[in-house]
């Protein structure tokens, strides 16, 4: 494949050049250079597109598409026992097939060409990642606690065994949800399985105030110290919103070399703002842009994910001049470290090709005065014309080659009515239940 007379941008170093032709061969970007002979016939012609990384998204619960709009104007301790722990009472594991494929049809049109899925029955996850062209890592949701969850493991251990290195596009890490309902020893475990199997830990933690708060009662230190100690925040670890981490916290990560999630919109659809992405940037801490699941974001679209978390830094500081776009521009893709094996977000000989075409005539682009600012602020999804994952062509002309849309929606609209049947108790408990249970 060919790429003729293009614009490249990279997030990476804010780099612009233009009239650039970009050869592809195989998964890899081979030559970067101007006028490329090539006799392969698969050539786009690159002249109205600023071609550019396929976008990272971090963290997030791809298959909760399934219950999008089903807990809206609610408090966070609502929104988890009162609808979201409820539903997911009633997951099927097909269920899961169908609202990841949902999922990943957002993303890929909206230029996320990798994402890193927290969620149950990956099984499933699976197939729809290896049906529709996607780049992702999957870890299986694992509480340590309630009814189901000895099962749960053991499923999720054989679906380690099964799936893991099957595929270079998709790989796995271990998943625990978080110190809050994983007990000491369940931890404990998966540090041991992290190190003998070689797999990196995704796993939420410091996400709101209460969680820091029981975790200094109990433990006498902040959660992100207690997973320190217990040898669980590590190099590469996901640490997903850290949202009310502190410097010391902060410190923590950076020497470990771990990683912070970032999606801001959750927490300010739960009216809370953090200062925590300005000082995880003057810590030098590795961070990225995430959405979290639609339940609390709404959508799965990593520029508006960057937009919003802009703007959140900027207001929980009251200073316009912090967050600025050089340093912000770059998390888009700065997920890609976490993909040690292969190198990805970036436009560059060797690379894997992971690319999004983005119309550069679109009148949310325009006028061309500072492109990475019409990037951060003023995008739109309408504006992604193509889309190629590990090579292939995923969206061409704004059209998905690889999914089904109207069949997709036909079965998601079919499940939303299992999903939403209401139950007395929820699957797990939250917030203040746990505080006050101190399970």
Not at 3 to 25: A, G, P, R
Request: glycine share 6%; charged share 25%; proline share 2%.
């Amino acid at each position: 494949m060919l790429i003729k007379n293009t614009t490249i941008i990279n997030f990476e170093d804010l780099s612009v050049k233009e009239n650039y032709d970009i050869l592809i061969d195989n998964n890899k970007i081979k030559k970067i250079g101007k006028n490329i002979e090539n006799k392969d016939e698969n050539v786009i012609q690159g002249e109205n597109f600023y071609t550019m990384p396929g976008l990272i998204n971090t963290h997030s619960h791809v298959a909760m598409t399934l219950i999008r709009g089903s807990a809206e104007d609610v408090n966070s301790d609502d929104w988890f026992n009162k609808y979201i722990w409820i539903y997911e009472k009633n997951l099927k594991p097909e269920f899961v097939y169908f609202g990841t494929l949902l999922g990943v049809a957002e993303m890929l049109l909206s230029g996320v060409t990798t994402v890193f899925d927290h969620y149950f029955y990956m099984d499933e996850a699976y197939k729809a990642y290896d049906e529709s062209g996607i780049r992702a890592d999957l870890s299986w949701t694992l509480f340590g606690v309630g009814e189901g969850e000895e099962e749960n493991f053991k499923n999720a251990m054989n679906f380690i065994e099964r799936y893991n290195g099957l595929n270079e596009r998709l790989t796995i890490s271990l998943g625990p949800h978080s110190p809050y309902v994983c007990p000491e020893e369940f931890l404990k475990k998966f540090k041991k399985l992290s190190d003998d199997l070689k797999l990196k830990i995704h796993i939420h933690a410091s996400e709101m105030e209460w969680q820091v708060e029981k975790s200094l009662k109990e433990h006498g230190k902040t959660p992100i110290k207690y997973l320190y100690d217990l040898g669980v925040i590590k190099e590469n670890t996901i640490i997903a919103h850290a949202y009310k981490a502190n410097d010391d916290d902060l410190k923590i990560i950076k020497n470990e070399n771990s990683f912070i999630a970032h999606a801001a919109k959750t927490f300010m659809k739960f009216g809370d703002l953090s200062d925590i992405l300005i000082r995880a940037l003057k810590e030098r801490v590795r961070v990225g842009f995430a959405t979290d699941g639609v339940v609390s974001n709404n959508t799965l679209s990593i520029f508006e994910s960057g937009r919003i978390a802009a703007l959140n830094a900027k207001v929980s500081k009251g200073d316009a001049e912090i967050a600025k776009i050089e340093e912000l521009v770059p998390l888009f893709t700065s997920g890609g470290i976490l993909l040690n094996h292969l190198s990805v977000g970036e436009i560059k000989e060797g690379f894997v090709a992971d690319i999004i075409l983005v119309n550069k005539n679109s009148p949310s682009l325009n006028p061309k005065i500072n492109i990475f600012a019409n990037l951060l602020y003023s995008v739109s999804e309408r504006d992604i014309d193509t889309v190629i994952v590990d090579g292939k062509v995923v969206v061409r002309n704004g059209k998905l080659l690889t999914i089904d849309l109207s069949y997709l929606l036909k079965e998601i609209n079919n499940i939303k009515d299992t999903m939403l049947k209401r139950s007395d108790t929820p699957m797990q408990k939250f917030g203040e239940w746990i505080w006050q249970n101190h399970i």
